[in-house]
């Protein structure tokens, strides 16, 4: 997600999500969900720092110093993190960081350049995804083996939280719908960027997103693509 502030409505929405999945994992099996939601934080720190320092590295270098000039070209995640989103993803199961503003007139192709800038967060949460799918098999390489218990146990399912939350971000971003990423993208491959009719999708944006989400779409798109990718990776890199 790289423009535009949230709307109220899509904040409700979220809220009475996340307020439903508390209660049911409080109701269910008390510690483990809190155990689960734990070992899900490095993840989500990670992959939305990342997400967001992508966008604002790729501005940057394509001649745009604003998210420069407002602290976000770093890896702190405090210069990124939107606390809904962080909620979202932490309750729900897909959030967003807080967005990278750009001044698209400084870039010196604009239509290529916004295109650049789009894509560049969902690849990096790929990279992100390859690398700890690598990681994980190293370790087993070296002899770590998979464990279920203890300390050892919980390193293991917060490696692989980080792989799949990493493709959560990448599938949920690259939905085409504003104010994902994936209607930027979409809008510089067929050149309506900088039309009115872009604008005019745009501002019912946060409306269809929340229909998807209510609608429980979000769910059908998400799952699927990240269950693929993420079996996908495991026989490419750790079979």
Known sequence: MRRGNIDISFIIIILLLAGSS????????????????????????????????????AADRLGDNTPRLQGRVTLN??????????????????GWGQPVQINPYNFRNRRRDEFLVSIAGVVM?????????VIIKILIVAGAGVSTAGFAGSLWTCLQNIVVINLVLMIFNLIPVPP??????????????????YWKIYQYG???????IVTGITGLIISPCVNFMYSLLVNLIIY
Not at 206 to 212: C, G, K, M, R
């Open 77 to 94: 995640p405090m210069a990124h993190i939107d606390w809904m989103g962080l909620a979202a993803l932490f309750f729900v199961g897909f």
């Open 125 to 133: 949460n790929l990279l992100l995804a390859v690398v700890f799918t």
């Open 206 to 212: 946060n409306w269809l997103l929340v229909i998807l």
């Open 180 to 197: 994902l990423d994936g209607f930027n993208i979409i809008a510089q491959i067929f050149n309506f960027g900088q039309k009115e009719v």
């Open 22 to 57: 508390f209660r049911d994992g409080l109701t269910t099996d008390p510690q483990g969900w809190i155990l689960d939601k734990i070992l899900i934080v490095p993840g989500i720190i990670i992959g939305l720092t990342f997400h967001e320092f992508a966008h604002a590295f």
